[in-house]
Nanobody, 126 residues
Framework: QVQLVESGGGLVQAGGSLRLSCAASGRTFSSYAMGWFRQAPGKERELVAAISRCGALTYYADSVKGRFTISRDNAKNTVYLEMNSLKPEDTAIHYC???????????????????WGQGTQVTVSS
């Protein structure tokens, strides 16, 4: 089992940047494929970005391509989401998620993930 704790959210003006971090407990972080999701009020939770357990493969939602970067440091048990050129429509609670993986791929569905963090609020003002 793994516990996930997000940090780095906050209030930023449109065009600004934030870096989210997700720290995982346990010694087997490199066994987990990871994802970042977000949920805005009244909307379903959606994938932002995903990364394979070794970090070689990544996936981005069309809405964030070219603006966001997902990365991980397995030695630090941490996955990151670098967010640039933020827009008001990026406002949401952002969650990290993990699933045990043996195929070294990424996963794009909420139902593919077994563990979730508590979320961190990102608010982008216009």
């Amino acid at each position: 089992q793994v516990q996930l704790v997000e940090s780095g959210g906050g209030l930023v003006q449109a065009g600004g940047s934030l870096r989210l971090s997700c720290a995982a407990s346990g010694r087997t972080f490199s066994s987990y494929a990871m994802g970042w999701f977000r949920q805005a009020p009244g909307k379903e939770r959606e994938l932002v970005a995903a990364i394979s357990r070794c970090g070689a493969l990544t996936y981005y939602a069309d809405s964030v391509k070219g603006r966001f970067t997902i990365s991980r440091d397995n030695a630090k048990n941490t996955v990151y989401l670098e967010m640039n050129s933020l827009k008001p429509e990026d406002t949401a609670i952002h969650y990290c998620a993990a699933r045990v993986d043996t195929s070294n791929f990424y996963y794009t569905s909420t139902t593919s993930y077994d563990y979730w963090g508590q979320g961190t609020q990102v608010t982008v003002s216009s």
